[in-house]
């Protein structure tokens, strides 16, 4: 106990040194410094240093990457490009009610496209406008010059894979010709007659020499095994017309209604890998019908379609799509004012010579906009040829008055004056934003000569259709009418200015007319038949039963990828935009130069 007591005595004497503990203090600080900045500091710089050069590395190599795969695009660039390819669906409208899409029934440029996409003719017409073989390989004519024989191509098959025979072709012509069938085409065969040679061959005779023939040999051939057992009169309605085997380039996979109210339909068509000229590049097609030009365009303009078909050039202004490509197409086809040579003021010779003195017809077209062309009075530019081609005389407003006042009519005020009369006349044609502006330039024009003009507009675009043609086209309900000729490849335009032929609408009669025409459909000259035809424009311009304005122009509008028609193509009708559909594409993607 006093050990202990000893001890705690000496531990309460003990003092602390400050002065020591102070510097004891800062050797361990000291120390404690050199190992941080020895073990942690410097190591941190350390991996700073190291960092920035992994950094400066990365960055080196990520630029080195970068120009190799700029050098392999460039260098791609060289031999590579962003082309068309197979594949794809093309959406395409077209104007007109889709009733039917048997061919043998066609009345609207909808129904004439698909029948164009599903079934193949005989002769068809080329990219250029001219005639080429289809199905026939060959054709010749006798010594008769009446009797043709075509040979049809060995391995052509209908797209429920039977082959197409020349029987095929003696029972549609047969079928047209059958009064209970009711086939607009029925006029065109009607004194022909057919027979089959052989599985191959058939052959042709004709009533008299006509020259024009090989172009009716463009007509769709329907198969005999699928409707021979159909009875005529049934033909139109069958599931046949609802559901079409063709030989085309593509087949038919279904009809679909749209909307009942407006009639649109849409037929979707599948590439046909058999068609003998080659397997179309597109998979499927698929062809909307709209019932006029103004809801065709409001459809593209909405992105629901690829293509649009059948728009004037003043409709193709409100296309509005970005990047859309408008394409031009000539169409074998004349738009005039048709004078009704029946009507009391319009049966005077002078006073339809003066009309077409009053019109300006470069002001019409100037008007329209780009695209369309001059027409050679009854026929078109080129179908006639020569220095001695007759040409209508320009417009000449003092010659006009003058001529019309030899023939009795006087100014009064505004117009012109007859026996009490005034120089009155009304336009009939068809509801068209083309044809409204003709109207208006027309009636600017002629109201120079002292004529008050009245407009009537018809609306075709549901049944009136049959009410125009009834009432209008075959009653010549109309003083003057403005109207569309499909003049075709052929210059025989015999069924328009013919004296006895129902589809003469101005009702022109002229005895050396009617002579020139017969004369030159019956030559199989070329030079013959064109010295008819001058004689026969000749005899038109003095009688003046129509004013020629000018040689339509529609426009066709796909959006940009699309690789479809060319600019500038002539077509006989419509539907031959599809010459070189097969050649039609949609999808792109990239693909080699050629060296």
Not at 202 to 226: R, S
Not at 235 to 252: A, D, H, I, Q
């Amino acid at each position: 106990m006093e050990e202990e007591q000893k001890g705690w005595k000496r531990l309460r004497r003990v003092r602390l040194d400050h002065k020591q503990l102070a510097r004891s203090m800062r050797r361990v600080e000291t120390a404690t410094q050199r190992h941080a900045h020895r073990f942690i500091t410097r190591r941190i710089e350390n991996a700073r240093l190291a960092a920035r050069e992994i950094t400066t590395w990365l960055v080196i190599v990520g630029v080195v990457i970068a120009g190799i795969g700029l050098q392999l695009i460039w260098s791609q660039s060289g031999y590579t490009l962003n082309a068309s390819k197979p594949g794809g669906v093309y959406v395409e409208g077209a104007q007109g009610e889709i009733k039917s899409i048997n061919p043998l029934f066609v009345s609207t440029n909808a129904e004439a496209s698909v029948a164009r996409l599903l079934f193949s003719s005989l002769y068809s017409y080329d990219a250029t406008g001219a005639l080429k073989q289809d199905l026939a390989t060959a054709m010749a004519i006798d010594a008769t010059q009446r009797v043709y024989t075509v040979t049809i191509r060995e391995g052509a098959l209908w797209h429920d894979g039977q082959p197409i025979t020349a029987q095929d072709v003696v029972f549609t012509i047969n079928l047209i010709k059958n009064p209970a069938v009711h086939s607009p085409l029925r006029v065109n065969w009607l004194d022909v007659s057919v027979a089959a040679i052989d599985q191959k061959t058939v052959q042709f005779t004709l009533p008299a020499v006509y020259a024009a023939f090989p172009h009716a040999l463009v007509f769709p051939i329907v198969p005999e095994h699928l409707l021979k057992n159909t009875a005529p009169a049934a033909v139109r309605e069958s599931s046949y017309s609802s559901s079409p085997v063709g030989s085309g380039p593509f087949t038919f996979r279904r009809l679909q209604e749209i909307d009942p109210a407006s009639k649109q339909r849409v037929v979707h068509l599948q590439a046909n890998a058999r068609y003998y000229a080659g397997e179309p590049k597109i998979n499927r097609f698929e062809l909307h019908s709209y019932p006029d030009e103004v809801a065709l365009v409001k459809a593209f303009n909405a992105g629901e379609l690829t293509g649009a078909s059948d728009i004037s050039v003043t409709a193709a202004k409100s296309v509005n799509v970005r990047g859309a490509k408008i394409t031009p197409l000539h169409v074998n086809s004349g738009v005039y004012l048709l004078l009704n040579t029946q009507s009391p003021i319009l049966s005077d010779k002078s006073v339809r010579r003066a009309l077409q003195l009053a019109t300006n017809v470069s002001a019409i077209q100037a008007n329209i906009g780009n695209g369309v062309r001059s027409l050679a009075g009854p026929l078109l530019e080129g179908q006639v040829t020569g220095d001695d081609t007759p040409k209508v005389p320009d417009a000449n407003i003092q010659q006009a008055a003058t001529m019309l006042d030899s023939a009795g009519w006087k100014m009064q005020g505004s117009y012109r004056v007859k026996d009490g009369k005034k120089l009155e006349l009304t336009i009939t044609t068809t509801s068209k934003k083309e044809y409204e502006i003709v109207l208006s330039v027309i009636k600017s024009q002629w109201a120079k000569v002292g004529v008050d003009v009245h407009t009537n507009l018809v609306d075709t675009s549901s049944n009136a259709s049959t009410s125009f043609d009834q009432n209008v086209l075959q009653g010549k309900n109309f003083d003057v009418l403005l109207y569309e000729l499909a003049i075709g490849a052929d210059p025989d335009v015999y069924a328009y200015w013919y004296s006895s032929s129902r589809y003469n609408f101005s009702g022109y009669a002229n005895t050396l007319a009617d002579t020139s025409l017969v004369s030159a459909r019956s030559r199989l000259e070329p030079d013959l038949r064109n010295a008819k035809y001058k004689q026969f424009i000749r005899q038109w311009i003095e009688d003046a039963p129509a004013i020629a304005l000018y040689q339509p122009a529609i426009d066709y509008a796909s959006v940009e990828e699309a690789n479809t028609v060319k600019p500038s193509t002539p077509l006989v009708s419509n539907a031959d935009r599809y010459a070189e559909v097969q050649y039609w594409t949609i999808a792109t993607g990239p693909a080699y130069k050629t060296p």
